[in-house]
């Protein structure tokens, strides 16, 4: 391992490393590394969208955070090729990592069901784009784009309950990974909208 657990969330959280979550999304979402970001490993045409996200945030090492040996040394080559210069492996999964130091964290689900049955105990944030509230949001929900969350954050209630919600539940758990890292209170909404939708729940419109 390249440093301590705590060095490398310090870096982590600091900007100057990435950490790269290459397992599974559910595996992800029951318990991650604090500041790691998913992005699970595929055999075909993996590295090249992650190395463009890599490139945009400049030229940090990263460190690919893998369940075994074999799938973070196949993540670590395909970035190296991709042209990825300074790419670390750690894996063992989530225990190992916690035993290393690593401080852990998950994101429960929340079904479209339970969401409406616990509506009033919860503060709905709905991470999609502008373009798609026209066709209404949960109501009482915040609306807030994904890329605006990190400066918004700092905004919400340290004691409050936040369930995050998109159109599918993908961009809303990475919303809700983030939100956990820094201690709120989150759950993600499984299958976003699209289940609020079909599950003939209310919407309203933004206001």
């Known amino acids: 391992m390249t440093g301590t657990g705590e060095e490398l969330m310090s870096e982590a959280a600091a900007g100057r490393r990435l950490l790269l979550d290459v397992r599974p999304g559910a595996a992800y979402t029951r318990g991650h590394v604090a500041h790691s970001l998913s992005a699970p490993y595929a055999q075909h045409g993996w590295a090249a969208p992650v190395k463009s996200w890599i ?14 040996a074999v799938v973070g040394a196949a993540a670590q080559r395909a970035l190296q090729e ?5 790419v670390s492996v750690l894996d063992g999964g989530a225990e190992a990592w916690q035993a290393q130091g690593l401080r852990l964290v998950s994101v429960p689900d929340i079904t479209a069901d339970q969401l409406a049955r616990e ?3 919860w503060t709905v944030i709905d991470v999609r784009e502008p373009y798609e509230w026209r066709s209404g949001v949960i109501p009482g929900a915040r609306t807030i784009p994904l890329n605006q969350l990190p400066d918004r954050a700092g905004a919400l209630e340290a004691n409050g309950r936040y369930a995050l919600v998109c159109a ?8 809700a990974a983030f939100l956990a890292d820094r201690g709120y209170q989150v759950a993600n909404v499984r299958g976003g909208m699209a289940l609020w939708l079909a599950g003939r729940h209310p919407t309203a419109p933004v206001g």
């Open 55 to 68: 490139d945009r945030q400049g030229a940090i090492p990263v460190t690919v955070l893998a369940d075994n």
């Open 119 to 121: 509506l009033s105990e």
């Open 82 to 86: 991709a042209g990825v210069a300074s």
């Open 168 to 175: 599918h539940g993908n961009r809303s758990q990475a919303a």
